[in-house]
């Protein structure tokens, strides 16, 4: 398959995904949502181990940023071109945010709370999107994506907010770009090649996540089954963490090709 074949697809998919996205209806949020397992209060906290469970993002997020942090001389051994870690710096500080989000979402769930949940996820979504474009496609593509890519989050995960606050919530756009990362991205590893070794481990992380994601729609029936110990939606926290944790991994243990 040619690189004119790989990319034609890639905006095959691309354009049936936007105009699915626009076919469906108006998706509200149900306020059922906010209807959590998790009720405990302990210490003080409410909904306690969905609270508590975003200490995983908040870790996860500062083990990127340290990371970074002490290996800025020597990125050149894990990236081509320095400027490649821009994604994944903007990741693992999204992810530190959704930590923080998601805890003050879940001490009192509202939309107006869950809006600050939301944001730091399509952020952080987006980073890892970018991230892939850079070394699936191009570096330059992944810069010039980068803030793009952030802005079209943010501004999906806006919409939803500003549709719901007017009575006529709609989270087509907030899910396409949850959607986007998954599925483009997923596309990007299988038909191009990577400079770096562990390409693979994308594919697993997004395991982790699609499992956290399972979690989550089974949040009353987890919390039955283990007698009330954790709730999918927890479960779902720690899950998710791990799918970054992951990316996280593969960047400390992967090679150049040939370096």
Same mark, same amino acid.
């Given at each position: 398959?040619?690189?004119?074949?790989?990319?034609?697809?890639?905006?095959?998919?691309?354009?049936?995904?936007?105009?699915?996205?626009? $076919?469906?209806?108006? *998706?509200?949020?149900?306020?059922?949502?906010?209807?959590?397992?998790?009720?405990?209060?302990?210490?003080?906290?409410?909904?306690?181990?969905? +609270?508590?469970?975003?200490?995983?993002?908040?870790?996860?997020?500062?083990?990127?940023?340290?990371?970074?942090?002490?290996?800025?001389?020597? *990125?050149?051994?894990?990236?081509?071109?320095?400027?490649?870690? $821009?994604?994944?710096?903007?990741?693992?500080?999204?992810? +530190?945010?959704?930590?923080?989000?998601?805890?003050?979402?879940? $001490?009192?769930?509202?939309?107006?709370?869950?809006?600050?949940?939301?944001?730091?996820?399509?952020?952080?979504?987006?980073?890892?999107?970018?991230?892939?474009?850079?070394?699936?496609?191009?570096?330059?593509?992944?810069?010039?994506?980068?803030? +793009?890519?952030?802005?079209?989050?943010?501004?999906?995960?806006?919409?939803? *907010?500003?549709?719901?606050?007017?009575?006529?919530?709609?989270?087509?756009?907030?899910?396409?770009?949850?959607?986007?990362?998954?599925?483009?991205?997923?596309?990007?590893?299988?038909?191009?090649?990577?400079?770096?070794?562990?390409?693979?481990?994308?594919?697993?992380?997004?395991?982790?996540?699609?499992?956290?994601?399972?979690?989550?729609?089974?949040?009353?029936?987890?919390?039955?089954?283990?007698?009330?110990?954790?709730?999918?939606?927890?479960?779902?926290?720690?899950?998710?963490?791990?799918?970054?944790?992951?990316?996280?991994?593969? *960047?400390?243990?992967?090679?150049?090709?040939?370096?």
């Amino acid at each position: 398959m040619t690189t004119h074949w790989r990319a034609a697809l890639v905006a095959l998919v691309l354009t049936a995904m936007a105009a699915f996205t626009a $076919w469906l209806p108006p *998706l509200p949020q149900p306020e059922a949502y906010h209807a959590f397992a998790e009720t405990r209060t302990l210490m003080g906290v409410p909904h306690f181990g969905d +609270v508590l469970s975003n200490l995983a993002f908040v870790l996860v997020g500062f083990l990127g940023l340290t990371w970074f942090l002490r290996n800025r001389r020597r *990125l050149h051994r894990h990236f081509v071109r320095p400027v490649e870690a $821009w994604p994944y710096l903007c990741a693992f500080g999204a992810i +530190v945010l959704v930590g923080i989000g998601s805890a003050y979402y879940h $001490w009192e769930p509202t939309h107006e709370r869950l809006y600050w949940d939301r944001l730091a996820m399509s952020i952080a979504f987006m980073a890892i999107f970018a991230a892939i474009i850079g070394e699936r496609a191009h570096h330059g593509a992944g810069l010039i994506a980068l803030p +793009v890519l952030i802005l079209l989050g943010m501004a999906g995960t806006t919409h939803w *907010l500003l549709t719901e606050l007017q009575g006529a919530g709609d989270l087509r756009l907030y899910l396409l770009t949850q959607a986007l990362p998954l599925i483009v991205g997923t596309l990007l590893i299988l038909l191009y090649r990577s400079p770096y070794t562990r390409g693979g481990d994308f594919i697993v992380a997004a395991g982790w996540y699609l499992l956290a994601l399972a979690a989550q729609n089974q949040d009353h029936a987890i919390h039955a089954l283990t007698a009330g110990w954790i709730s999918g939606h927890t479960l779902k926290h720690l899950l998710a963490a791990t799918a970054i944790y992951w990316v996280f991994r593969m *960047l400390r243990l992967r090679r150049i090709r040939g370096g």
